[in-house]
């Protein structure tokens, strides 16, 4: 048999897209991965190595340790999917360094973790199962150690039993890949995630003023028509030098007009200062009302990946395939 074909490596390659649910999916034909806390990132090999965020942005010069790491791999054209995180003293992704970490510069301690190989020498390896590319892709890693790139490992263990334990380390929760499956590109269920507690990401509507400078954030969503809509306010998780970030990032960006079409009521006494709708962040919550607002929202790091006029509610597939 010759070998097949071999094709120029593609500019750009469409992220595999996950669908929400509430638990692991049943039956054992799935892989099982811990959900990582950070950013997801495509890698690009072809005569040099270039980092793309899930929407396309080119990180390639923020990241300059892990480019040289990855520059290191055995292989003249490849796309890796993966996400970038920063690990604890315990190995766990914790979002809000992270994102300090790229605020500030700072980027050397960022680890990629690499969970599925769509390109390999000139090859397009989409269409085979998902199984069947990884193993290439632990194959590819095994070749040479590097300090900041490692695999995604998966677990063979009861999912939901997983899940529980993950939880209980507050960690994020698992993501779950259907055998067999191909890489469409499309949120096509193959790829399930299932969140230890709610979070997702808001748009900044504006913040409420306090002697701190900040003393809450009003977030909102776009809801079916694209109309920017309040979803509540957000009064934790706020660190002293996440509350300079976000000050320095505020001056640009105040208005006097809110952005809302329907400004929400806010109890007497209460000053707002407006910003324009640019800015993502991610939080975590209990719940969100059935009016739309979010019960007790913590606010978890700003996202720079994620464009705002994207952001609208992740709903729950409670009819998991």
């Known amino acids: 048999m010759g070998s097949p074909k071999q094709t120029p490596c593609p500019e750009r390659i469409q992220p595999q897209l996950l669908t929400m649910a509430s638990r692991p999916p049943a039956g054992n034909g799935w892989i099982v991965e811990s959900k990582f806390d950070g950013y997801r990132m495509l890698v690009r090999i072809d005569a040099g190595v270039k980092l793309f965020t899930k929407n396309g942005f080119d990180w390639t010069k ?26 604890d003293e315990e190995g766990r992704p914790t979002f809000q360094p992270l ?65 529980h334990a993950i939880c209980e380390m507050q960690m994020e929760g698992l993501v779950c890949k259907r055998m067999g499956s191909a890489y469409t590109g499309e949120r096509d269920g193959s790829w399930i995630k299932v969140k230890c507690s709610p979070r997702q990401e808001f748009v900044i509507l504006g913040y409420t003023r306090a002697a701190a400078g900040i003393g809450s954030l009003l977030i909102g969503l776009h809801d079916d028509t694209g109309q920017l809509v309040y979803a509540g306010r957000v009064r934790s998780g706020f660190s002293d030098r996440t509350l300079k970030l976000l000050r320095s990032k505020f001056s640009a960006l105040e208005q006097p007009e809110s952005p809302l079409q329907v400004p929400p009521k806010l109890a007497k006494g209460i000053t707002v200062a407006w910003v324009a709708p640019q800015m993502v962040c991610e939080v975590k919550y209990t719940e969100i009302t059935p009016n739309g607002k979010v019960r007790h929202a913590v ?7 994620k464009p705002a006029s994207e952001i609208s509610l992740e709903t729950d597939a409670h009819d998991t395939p």
């Not at 397009?124 to 695999?151: G, H, K, T, Y």
């Not at 606010?299 to 990946?305: A, C, K, N, T, V």
Request: aromatic share 10%.
């Open 62 to 87: 923020r990241m300059p340790r892990l480019v040289s790491d990855l520059e290191q791999l055995p292989v003249q054209s490849a796309w890796i999917d993966g996400e970038v995180v920063i690990q």
């Open 299 to 305: 606010f978890q790091g700003l996202r720079e990946d």
């Open 99 to 163: 994102q300090v970490a790229f605020s500030s510069g700072k980027t050397d301690q960022i680890v990629f973790f690499a969970f599925d190989l769509m390109w390999y020498e000139g090859r397009d390896l989409r269409l085979l199962p998902v199984e069947q590319r990884r193993q290439m892709l632990s194959d590819l890693l095994e070749q040479c150690a590097l300090d900041n790139v490692r695999f995604s490992q998966a677990f063979e263990v009861d999912p939901n039993h997983l899940l």
